[in-house]
Each structure stands twice: as C-alpha cells, then as structure tokens.
C-alpha cells in the first residue's frame, strides 16, 4: 500500500464498522499530494478534504451539465464536496455522473506517475450501481491510472435496492479492496461470493469509540495477490493473519 501502487480503492462495512476513519487514513497516508480533489456524497461526511461545497440537489440535476464546467469549477477551488441527491431520477443521476467522470480524466494528465485528481464516491450504492453507471466513470476505473485518477469508493452494500448491484467495473478495477465488519447475511455472502479468498465479514468486531478499540478488517491487494485479515487482541493490539490467495478447492458431490 505503498507510493503509486494503489489506484482505486474500495472499502466496504456496516454502519460504525470505521468505513469513514479508514477512508480518512488512506487520504492522510497513502494518496500522495493529488492537485484536485473530488468529494461525492449525500451528507458531509469527508467534507474537511474540501475547500468548497457545490449542492447539487434535484433541480440541478434537471438540467445538463458539461464537463467543461465541472472541470472548472474544480480547477477553481482544488477541492470540491459536491453533495449529490442520490434519490434523482437514475437517466439524470447518470448523465451527472458522466459528466463528473469525464471532467476528472480531463483534469488528469497522461502519463503521470502520481495522483492529481482523487475521486472520493461516499456511499457508492448510490453513484456507482449498474443502472447509474455512467460512461465517464467507466473511463475513470478503466484507464484512470493513466492519468493519473485515483477513485475511492465507500459503501455499506455492493447490491442497493430492487437488486441493483455497484457495478463489475469498479469491483474489477479495485487495486485494494478493505472490507471492516458487517452484520447483515445477504450482504456477507455477497463479498464472500466476490472474492472467496476471505473470510466471513461478520467474524470481524466493530471499532468501539467509546474505549478507542480499533475495528476488525480485512485488506485484499489486487498487485500483489494477497489478501490479510487484521485482528485486534485483548489489549487492542492489532495483529495480522494472512489469508490464502488460492480459490477454494472443488467440493466433493
Ligand atoms: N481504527 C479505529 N480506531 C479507533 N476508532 C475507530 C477506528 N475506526 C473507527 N473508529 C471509530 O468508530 C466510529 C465509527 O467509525 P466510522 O468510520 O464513522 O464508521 P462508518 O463510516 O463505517 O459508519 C467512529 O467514532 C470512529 O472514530
Ligand atoms: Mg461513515
């Protein structure tokens, strides 16, 4: 998880399982210096990476948006929160989407060894499912790393409502997936279905505040094909265990 070794990031939990806390890391530590930054969410969660906030409730998503003007207003500010509507109309939601895409592969430079653009998708079912997955976006989990794009999705459900699932691009892009607890069972089998290399999310205990215990999580590295699942002991000493990279062997009949 070193320099330019991680692209696009995908981090996935329950409500309080420190989704938000690791995010906050990985922009602290790990992103190194981007020249813009790009903040999407419905709330104002991250929002301290941002210098300026741009609403953009469902009255602005009635009207088309260039990417043009988006590029602007990021170069304009450096960092931008816009706060998205997330329950607009699907055919809207995604033509802003694409826009935004698009808008940070112009903001990004070819060829580039670093990070100058860090997109940061908070509560990802709602930005990056199949039926809003816009052609920008594509492009930037596809050939952001040229250009030097970063993307950190965030999300507490790889599927969202009426069975609409954060789309196979993004889970196929990821470079690093961090999985932090989760209790709901549809949702487990679903990351244990993605990548049978882990373990049962809902082995994994929350972060507790309120004694500053660290949550349990699980860190899959695409490059490097490994997979680790990071403990905490009766002491609130973290500890690694590494997790098999090879697929589970065939069951007997
Ligand atoms: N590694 C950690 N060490 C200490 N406290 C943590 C850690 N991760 C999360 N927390 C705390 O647990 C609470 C929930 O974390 P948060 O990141 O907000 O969860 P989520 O975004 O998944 O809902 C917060 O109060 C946070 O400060
Ligand atoms: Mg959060």
């Known amino acids: 998880m070193k320099d330019r070794r991680a692209y696009h990031w995908l981090i996935l939990g329950g409500t309080g399982s420190g989704k938000t806390f690791t995010a906050r890391q990985?922009?602290?530590?790990?992103v190194r210096k981007p020249d813009f930054v790009v903040i999407v969410n419905s709330s104002s969660q991250l929002a301290e990476f941002a210098r300026r906030r741009v609403v953009v409730d469902m009255s602005a998503l009635d009207?088309?948006?260039?990417?043009?003007?988006?590029?602007?207003?990021?170069?304009?500010?450096g960092a931008v929160h816009f706060e998205v509507s997330p329950g607009a109309d699907p055919k809207r939601l995604q033509a802003w989407m694409d826009a935004l895409g698009?808008?940070?592969m112009a903001l990004g430079r070819l060829g580039t060894d670093r990070c100058h653009v860090l997109l940061i998708v908070d509560e990802a079912?709602?930005?990056?499912?199949?039926?809003?997955?816009?052609?920008?976006?594509r492009r930037v989990f596809a050939e952001?790393?040229?250009?030097?794009?970063?993307?950190?999705?965030?999300?507490?459900?790889?599927?969202?409502?009426?069975?609409?699932?954060i789309d196979m691009t993004v889970r196929r892009m990821v470079s690093v997936l961090v999985?932090?607890?989760m209790d709901e069972e549809a949702e487990r089998q679903r990351v244990m279905r993605t990548w049978?290399?882990?373990?049962?999310?809902?082995?994994?205990?929350?972060?507790?505040?309120?004694?500053?215990?660290?949550?349990?999580?699980?860190?899959?590295?695409?490059?490097?094909?490994?997979?680790?699942?990071?403990?905490?002991?009766?002491a609130g000493r973290r500890f690694a265990v590494p997790l098999s990279g090879s697929p589970s062997p065939p069951r007997a009949a």
């Open 26 to 30: 990985i922009v602290r530590q790990y």
């Open 63 to 77: 009207r088309d948006w260039t990417p043009r003007e988006l590029a602007a207003t990021i170069r304009q500010h």
């Open 102 to 104: 698009n808008a940070c």
């Open 125 to 137: 079912q709602n930005y990056l499912s199949q039926k809003v997955f816009a052609r920008g976006m």
């Open 144 to 165: 952001g790393r040229k250009f030097g794009v970063d993307c950190l999705a965030i999300t507490q459900q790889l599927a969202g409502q009426g069975g609409d699932m």
């Open 179 to 181: 999985v932090c607890p």
């Open 196 to 234: 049978p290399e882990l373990r049962d999310p809902g082995i994994l205990a929350f972060p507790d505040p309120a004694t500053g215990r660290p949550g349990e999580y699980m860190v899959r590295d695409r490059g490097s094909r490994r997979a680790v699942l990071v403990r905490v002991d009766s």
